[in-house]
């Protein structure tokens, strides 16, 4: 029989023994989850290059700070490249699969919004060329950080046309690299997100989709009724505290990791959003819509194929006779809710004050 662990600073918590019923149910939902593990591993190999590259705050040389961005920012284009084949064959195998258009859209769309993703796709480039990734670092009060010189880059390379119109609008000298870094490194991790649930949009069997966001809600769920620190939940598969307990002193330890983090971003994709407009408002029971001109705002929560939704955000504008709102999954904690309501803020305010 299996256990249910909890993994916090080292140390391991064995909250229950599970059922074998209860062992194969969990099981079950983890391979779910992990149906898409292969583009799962995209994130996963960058977020390492990520972690490793957070060590320049305590090396004191110069060179080797710098051979940190390098390997990032080169993590960042391998990143990019396995999404560009992975869609590519995906969209070539069946002619109806557009993964491959959404992922052209998405990048393009990174490329022209983020100053950050432009800068470091060039810098990239400088530096294959054989310049620097950095040109210096420096002390603040706000902290340390590592800069590029402004001319420099504009001087020494072929950089490309929006981006050298971005750096010679620039006031400051110096191009703040960790900053652009860091700011990507969360671009990607939404770009990872949406790609993945629009790899499950487009799968052949169009139930996969629901069945592995109702499973990710599943596993949502499950961490806040069972965690009872901060650790990782695990399924220990040999039951390792009862052996201890028996005293055997031969064992081998075989986790399976439950996986929160993922579900969480598969979940926090699976947004809906509503843009009407009417001239008439009016109350519904269930989700908004718009019908001859009337506009039924929708209710705080409402039940679809087996999913709650949770309206986070609302925006009614009788002047101009618009109406919009956001749903979301209703087992999201704060912060996530918070942080969506934030993103799409901007595109909902535009939507809003159009007079169109």
Not at 141 to 170: C, H, I, P, T, W
Not at 207 to 222: A, N, P, R
Not at 231 to 238: R, V
């Amino acid at each position: 029989m299996a256990s249910l662990v909890e993994f916090e600073e080292n140390k391991i918590s064995v909250l229950r023994t599970l059922s074998q019923e209860e062992e194969e149910t969990i099981l079950g939902y983890i391979e779910d989850v992990n149906f898409i593990d292969q583009i799962r591993g995209f994130y996963q190999h960058l977020t390492v290059a990520y972690n490793d590259y957070l060590n320049w705050k305590s090396e004191r040389d110069r060179f080797k700070k710098e051979r940190y961005v390098i390997n990032y920012i080169s993590a960042v284009s391998e990143f990019v490249e396995k999404w560009e084949k992975y869609s590519k064959r995906k969209s070539e195998r069946n002619e109806n699969n557009k993964l491959a258009e959404h992922w052209k859209e998405r990048i393009t769309n990174l490329y022209d919004n983020s100053f950050e993703y432009r800068f470091l796709y060039n810098l990239r480039n400088y530096t294959q060329h054989g310049g620097s990734a950095i040109t210096g670092t420096n002390s603040s009060v706000s902290g340390d950080y590592l800069y590029m010189k402004r001319e420099m880059f504009l001087n020494d390379f072929k950089v490309q046309k929006v981006l050298r119109e971005d750096l010679e609008a620039m006031e400051d000298k110096n191009i703040v690299v960790n900053t652009a870094i860091d700011k990507v490194h969360k671009e990607l991790e939404e770009f990872q997100n949406a790609m993945a649930t629009k790899d499950l949009e487009e799968e052949d069997n169009s139930g996969d989709s629901q069945k592995i966001l109702l499973s990710s809600i599943w596993v949502l769920e499950f961490y806040n009724n069972n965690q009872i620190g901060y650790g990782k939940l695990m399924l220990d598969l040999n039951d390792s505290q009862e052996k201890v307990n028996q005293g055997e002193e031969s064992f081998q330890f075989q986790f399976r990791e439950i996986p929160y983090e993922y579900a969480k971003g598969l979940v926090r994709s699976a947004y809906i959003d509503f843009y009407l407009k009417g001239n008439e408002f009016f109350n519904s029971s269930n989700i908004p819509y718009e019908d001859n001109g009337k506009i039924y705002q929708g209710a705080k929560v409402f039940k679809a194929n087996g999913v709650e939704w949770e309206k986070i955000k609302e925006i009614v504008n009788i002047e101009n006779n618009k109406y919009c709102a956001l749903y979301v999954p209703i087992v999201l904690n704060k912060d996530d809710k918070e942080d969506l309501n934030y993103q799409f803020s901007n595109s909902m305010e535009r939507f809003i004050q159009d007079k169109s």
